[in-house]
């Protein structure tokens, strides 16, 4: 317990530490939105007066900081000057949608990397394996960026899927089943690119987990007892090799990110992706610091779900507790 | 029980040529998974006392903090408590230049002579390290000490360019021996430096430090397991258990009158052919 | 290392592509800002050997271009006038390194024919000229925020590594949050404190400077484990006993074991870096015109009827793979190499 609750402890400095990067690189901001607006002939001087202490902006950063904390913690995350609305109103819909995608993409590519990486383990050195090692390094040659186009021109080309979006025009009219079919429908491209960026990754690192545990002395002494091949790979081999994969999981976690607000962008999928650069492009501070939080909540959440994994799974973990708690 | 005991030659004032009082060594580690700190105390209070050209047996078990205490003797750590007299003077906690002047009396040759020796250094780069370090002589008279160790060590000079793994082991620790020989020092500490090495190479490499300790006027302190090896080259054996010092005495007394339990289970699981004869072969030197 | 013909082929690749870059102006047939309004989306011109009358020429020659009258927008190649490709030709000028002024270009055609190798854009623009002098920007994006970023991170690893300690701690901790960030958002994040309006090498290099802060967690990792476990070796303690300054344990004993680290690192940050830098050129918040680097030359993919009707504006695009696969490449035989030499 003590190990889950200085995990805790640790996720939460981070994200306070993650909170006063990101308020702080906002306040760098030199030119915002209300220098444009005031550049505006249509809007007067005291419009902006009025806003700028609406918003707080003539108090000092540690005050500000402190006003915005606050404010998050009530579930507001400030004000979006271009959309009109409240982030955390904007970021809900969005993140919901980066959730799917992203959440859909990691269990697409671990669905595939497990069984291809004990495959590939189990048949060492043979055509299949190299076949795999071949595709693999091709793919993972592959930028991102270009993946995406490729599978964008693809569907473009062929018609096959739809090219981009979440949701096809008529949405609204359809029942609960066409909705979810619909929805699906358009996220089969997005979540394959994102998840075949993933899956060289996870497929090299499952095999060489696999290889490992393999050649390690109790598996030679099962496969000496008998044990039918199978069983030895996937009850035996397989759990020993899976310490190393779940710290790749919090790892995976952050690059899936990254990769999805490209992906977000090329294929015109409504997540937190295109609103980041939207708001970029607008000087939109408060979204931009909303969507830093946000991804690295995610980030931090998953890590932690990785370390919760970690301590139900190796028990030396828990062995070192029980043995300090008896010392 | 510091012993009663004649030097190998006349001492200056029959004082050792190092002492040690009380030392303590504490080392603070982590868990590895979950980051935990907890003390380990690897030297508890060790006192010993070691005679101008004498050789001293360290003897004891894994963890019994033998390589602790020769750490904290060759300066490459700083003991936690205790003192350290060398050459009749107090040398715990030295700084700068008096420091530097300490290293170059006391060094220290390790187990595995693949792992003391860089790799990319060639055999002259390895043996004129400590002389370049220390500033001591121009290239010219590096050169020519770096000829004059090889020849102590009886190493060919014509090997001086080959890189370590070119060299077999046990020409891997002659060159660690010459190296640590380079600044002159007055006690050399061994910490299992013969235990890789065969029992034909351990007698020839036995017979070279002998020869070296005569030559030279040098003092060892020689820690190993092999009782029986240490039974035939030292003055006088000390036995540690635990972190501390348990039993010095002369080589003869502790092989006759184990008095220490320890000291006696160790006796009694050295394997000799002929336990009586084990007194015998003691040589008084 | 002789043996690895891979690792040998991958950086010849690797330098041929260097090279080319670096002398986009000499490689290139036409100037980066060369423009022909008439011929706007041009696919790319196709080189032949036989003539119409079945001749075969050793040089190969480019037919003129004309419009399609049946399916306007489109080009159709006009038998009647041939241009054979010539080597070394005198064409538009333009400065070596900002210092030498030469006007010879690899190859070309005479006037008024084109040698659209990879066809034009919307402004009739050189593709392949396009290319290589957008490779400027690309590849030195990644290459001087690959040393940027390994640099740091062996300046912190080493002293982590080394001192051990409270400082140890804190820098690691530090490296966790970097990690724990994604760094895309976090790029994002600067770039939007950036303000829009500054020059555009500024915005690149304080970018690069960003993909280089970001990036240093890494490779200080690395480097520290490397640097813990070279610090227990016993030359370097033996070293130590002679007397050796810490500074002298560093630069003799201890870093050089953290070089095959440092490679490897290199080989693999860089196409990371160019790809960040490719990225954000392309969401159009990297460098923009005049400085238009890969990631402009790909933007245009970003419109519908560029990506359904214009398949070689696609070919910057896929060019980038040949290159990425080269680093990895290097990376992989880098580090099979370094496992397998004896310590």
Known sequence: MKYLARRFAHAALLMLAISVFSFALLQCTPGNY???MRLDPRVSAQTVAALQSQFGMHQSFLMRYIRWMLSMTHGNMGYSFSYDVPVAVLLQTRA??????????????????????????????????????????????????????????????????????????????????????????????????????????????????????????????????????????????????????????????????SGSAILEVIMSWPGLGPLMVQAILSRDVYVVAGIVMLGSCFLVVGNLIADILLLVSDPRIRVDENNEAAL | MIPNCTPLKASCEGTPLLEVRALCKDYLQRRPLTREKFRVRALASVNLSVDYGATLGLVGESGA?????????????????????????????????????????????????TSALNPGFTAEEIISEPLLIQRRSGCAEQRKRALELMEQV?????????????????????????????????????????????????????????????????????????????????????????????????????????????????????????PACLASRVVER | MKRRYKLWLALALLAAFHVFVLFAGFAAPYSYSAEDRNLPYAPPTA???????????????????????????????????????????????????????????????????????????????????????????????????????????????????????????????????????????????????????????????????????????????????????????????????????DFYLLRRHVLPQTYSIILTQFALLIPQFILAEVTLTFLGLGVGEPMSSWGSLIASLQHYYVMASYWWMFLPALLLIPLFLAYYVVADELQEHFKSVPL
């Open chain 2, 65 to 113: 903090g033998k390589s602790t205490l020769a750490r904290c003797l060759a300066q490459i750590e700083g003991p936690s408590s205790g003192e350290i007299q060398f050459d009749g003077r107090h040398v715990t906690g030295l700084k700068g230049k008096p420091l530097a002047d300490l290293r170059r009396q006391i060094q220290m040759i390790f187990q595995g002579a």
């Open chain 3, 47 to 245: 080189l032949h050997f036989v003539d119409a009358h079945g001749h075969f020429h050793f040089r190969p020659f480019v037919y003129a271009i004309r419009d399609n009258p049946q399916a306007p927008g489109s080009y159709t190649e006009d038998d009647t006038r041939a241009y054979p490709v010539h080597f070394f030709v005198r064409g538009s000028s333009y400065k070596i390194a900002g210092l030498w002024r030469l006007n010879v270009h690899l190859f070309g055609v005479h006037k008024p024919g084109r040698i659209f190798l990879m066809g034009t854009d919307g402004y009739g623009r050189d593709q392949l000229t396009r290319f290589l002098y957008g490779g400027q920007i690309s590849l030195a994006a990644g290459l001087i925020a690959a040393v940027f970023s390994v640099g740091l991170g062996v300046f912190i690893g080493a002293i982590s590594g080394f001192y051990g300690g409270w400082l140890d701690e804190i820098l690691m901790r530090a490296g966790e949050l970097f990690f724990a960030l994604p760094w895309l958002y976090l790029l994002f994040a600067v770039r939007a404190a950036l303000p829009l309006r500054i020059a555009q090498w500024q915005v690149f290099l304080l970018l690069l400077a960003v993909c280089g802060i970001l990036g240093w967690a890494r490779p200080a990792r690395l480097i520290r484990g490397a640097v813990l476990s070279a610090k227990e070796r016993n030359f370097v303690i033996a070293a130590r006993t002679y007397g050796a300054s």
């Open chain 1, 34 to 36: 209300f220098q444009t």
């Open chain 1, 96 to 257: 919901r949608n980066t959730l799917l995608l992203t959440v859909s993409a990691t269990l697409l590519a671990w669905a595939l990397a497990i069984p291809l990486g004990i495959w590939s383990a189990a048949s060492k050195g043979r055509w299949n394996d190299r076949l795999c090692g071949f595709g693999i390094s091709t793919v993972l040659a592959i930028p991102d960026l270009v993946l995406f186009l490729i599978l964008l021109v693809f569907a473009v080309r062929t018609g096959l899927f739809p090219a981009g979006g979440m949701l096809s025009p008529g949405f609204g009219s359809l029942d609960f089943w066409g909705r979810t079919k619909d929805i699906a429908f358009h996220l089969t491209l997005p979540a394959a690119g994102l998840a075949l960026t993933m899956l060289p990754v996870l497929v090299r690192h499952i095999r060489s987990a696999m290889l490992d545990a393999l050649q390690s002395p109790f598996i030679r002494a099962a496969r000496a007892h008998g044990i039918p091949r199978t069983r030895l790979l996937l009850r035996y081999a397989f759990p020993a090799a899976s310490n190393p994969l779940i710290s790749l999981f919090g790892f995976s976690i952050a690059t899936m990110l």
């Open chain 2, 154 to 274: 009886e190493l060919p000079a014509s090997s001086l360019h080959k890189l370590p793994r070119e060299f077999s082991g046990g020409q891997r620790q002659r060159l660690a021996i010459a190296r640590a020989l380079a600044l002159r020092p007055k006690l050399l500490i061994l910490d299992e430096a013969l235990s890789h090495l065969d029992l034909a190479n351990q007698a020839i490499m036995l017979e070279l430090l002998a020869r070296l300790q005569k030559e030279q006027k040098l003092t060892y302190i020689y820690i190993s397991h092999d009782l029986g090896m240490l039974a035939e080259i030292a003055t006088d054996i000390a036995v540690m258990y635990h972190g501390t010092v348990v039993e010095h005495k002369r080589t003869a007394e502790i092989l006759d009158r184990p008095e220490h339990p320890y000291t006696q289970d160790l006796l009694e699981a050295m394997p000799v052919c002929e």
